[in-house]
C-alpha cells in the first residue's frame, strides 16, 4: 500500500506499476480501494492499474480539519493525484459513488489527464442518494459522531450487512469485502468525525449529479458504461441514458450482478475494460 500526501490529508492506495496504460479505479461510499482487487488482478498484467482509497468512510487516516469532502471535493482530490502522480492518458474508472466522482470530475473540466472514462452502474441525474442505503446513510450522518458510531456498531452483524438498507442491494456475493471496510468507521473515532462530514456533504446537495449531466455531452473522448442489468439501486435506464449522453459512449449490461459489479462480476468488468482500453488505445 503506497500513501501520498494531498491538500486534503493523506491518500493511500495499490499501485500495480509498469508500462502498460494507467488504469485509475474509484470505489462508493462506505467503500475502499480493494473493490478493485479482483479486476485490478485480471488487469495488472497489460496495465498499470491504481485504486486510491477516498475519503469515503472507510479510508485509514483522517483527513485535514476544513477539508472538502463533498463530491465535487472528492473528485478535486482525485485530479490532484492524477497530478502527483503524473499519469496521462488515464482510463478513469468509477464505480457506484466512484462513478460520480468521475461525472463530476469531468464537468469541471480536470480531463487533461484523462483518456476515457469508464462508468460502472453508479449514481447519476437525481440518484442522490441512492436507493434505501444511500437513504439510511443520508439519515445516519445527521447524527453526532458519537451517536453515528453506535449505529453503525450493527454492522458487526452479517444479517444487518446484508439488509437492503445496508448492503443487501448492492452486492450479491461480497459480504466479506463490506465486513473489512466497516472496520476504519467501527474502530476510529477521527474516521467517524470524517464520515459524518462527508455524508452531509456529498449527500446534501441532490442536484449536483444533475448539474453533472448538462456537461458530459462535452466530453468527446470515448466513454464505456457498464450497468448490471439486474441492478436495484442504479436504475438501469441511468446507464442507458448515460451512454446517450457521451458523445462516444459505448453501453455494455451484465447479468447476474448488483451495483458492485467488482464483486460481483469481477471477470466479466475487466474483459469490459480491457478490451474497451486496447480498443481505443489503438485508435
Not at 19 to 31: N, R
Not at 126 to 137: E, F, M, Q, S, V
Not at 154 to 176: H, K, S, W, Y
Request: charged share 20%.
Amino acid at each position: 500500500m503506497n500513501r501520498i500526501e494531498l491538500s486534503a490529508g493523506p491518500i493511500h492506495y495499490e499501485d500495480t506499476g509498469g508500462d502498460g496504460p494507467a488504469v485509475v479505479a474509484l470505489h462508493g461510499l462506505m467503500m475502499d480501494g480493494s473493490l478493485w482487487d479482483a479486476p485490478v488482478a485480471a488487469l495488472s498484467g497489460r496495465h498499470r492499474c491504481i485504486a486510491p482509497t477516498l475519503p469515503l468512510g472507510a479510508h485509514r487516516e483522517a483527513m485535514r480539519p476544513g477539508a472538502d469532502l463533498s463530491l465535487p471535493g472528492v473528485a478535486r482530490l482525485v485530479a490532484e493525484l492524477l497530478d502527483r502522480l503524473d499519469l496521462h492518458d488515464v482510463t478513469l474508472v468509477g464505480n457506484d459513488t466512484g462513478g460520480a466522482v468521475v461525472q463530476l470530475l469531468l464537468a469541471q473540466g480536470g480531463t487533461a489527464r484523462v483518456g476515457r472514462v469508464v462508468l460502472a452502474s453508479c449514481e447519476a441525474f437525481d440518484n442522490l442518494p441512492p436507493g434505501l442505503t444511500g437513504r439510511t446513510l443520508a439519515l445516519a450522518g445527521a447524527l453526532p459522531p458519537g451517536l453515528f458510531g453506535l449505529f453503525m456498531q450493527q454492522m458487526r452483524l452479517r444479517a444487518v450487512r446484508r439488509l437492503p438498507i445496508a448492503f443487501g442491494r448492492l452486492t450479491l456475493r461480497g459480504d466479506a469485502a463490506t465486513a473489512r471496510w466497516m472496520r476504519p468507521v467501527l474502530e476510529q473515532p477521527e474516521i467517524r468525525r470524517d464520515t459524518v462530514r462527508m455524508l452531509r456533504a456529498a449527500l446534501g446537495d441532490r442536484q449536483v449529479l444533475l448539474r453533472a449531466a448538462e456537461a458530459l455531452p462535452a466530453f468527446d473522448r470515448p466513454a464505456l458504461v457498464v450497468w448490471a442489468s439486474g441492478d436495484r439501486v442504479m436504475p438501469p435506464d441511468h446507464g442507458r441514458r448515460l451512454a446517450e449522453l457521451l458523445p462516444q459512449g459505448h453501453l455494455v449490461e451484465v447479468a447476474d450482478s448488483y451495483t458492485l459489479l467488482p464483486l460481483d462480476q469481477p471477470a466479466r468488468l475487466a474483459d469490459a475494460i480491457g478490451e474497451f482500453v486496447a480498443r481505443t488505445v489503438k485508435a
